[in-house]
């Protein structure tokens, strides 16, 4: 199973950007999870969002509720990330991960993470 993560780069406060990550060698089943992950410099790596494959259930961290909309295209094994209202907070590497629907309390976000794409990285100006 390989991730292919794109569509960081810079941008300022208040401005937009959508991740997006290619899955390929995943057959999706019930209960797969994709999911957004983010580690700012010096921080650990923490939970932004995640959507379960087949019925498109959304799951987000408190900081981007209302701001981030995670979706997927099924067509093209594809998952995005708008990333809308930025702020220099959300500055940080941003991975994707592939996974099951399971609490996982070592990083307290809904999915596993079995599988990680390589980062991409978000910096917001102020």
């Known amino acids: 199973v390989q991730l292919q993560a794109s569509g960081g780069g810079l941008v300022q406060t208040g401005n937009s950007l959508k991740l997006s990550c290619a899955v390929f060698?995943?057959?999706?089943?019930?209960?797969?999870?994709m999911g957004w992950f983010r580690q700012a410099p010096g921080k650990e790596r923490e939970f932004v969002s995640a959507?379960?494959?087949?019925?498109?259930?959304?799951y987000y961290a408190d900081f981007v509720k209302g701001r981030f909309t995670i979706s997927r295209d099924n067509a093209n094994n594809t998952v995005l990330l708008q990333m809308n209202s930025l702020e220099p907070e959300d500055t940080a590497v941003y991975y994707c991960?592939?996974?099951?629907?399971?609490?996982?309390?070592?990083?307290?976000?809904?999915?596993?993470?079995?599988?990680w794409g390589q980062g991409t990285q978000v910096t917001v100006s102020s």
């Open positions: 060698g995943r057959t999706f089943s019930s209960g797969d999870a």
């Open positions: 959507i379960s494959w087949t019925d498109g259930a959304t």
């Open positions: 991960a592939a996974g099951v629907l399971r609490y996982d309390p070592y990083s307290d976000s809904p999915m596993s993470t079995d599988y």
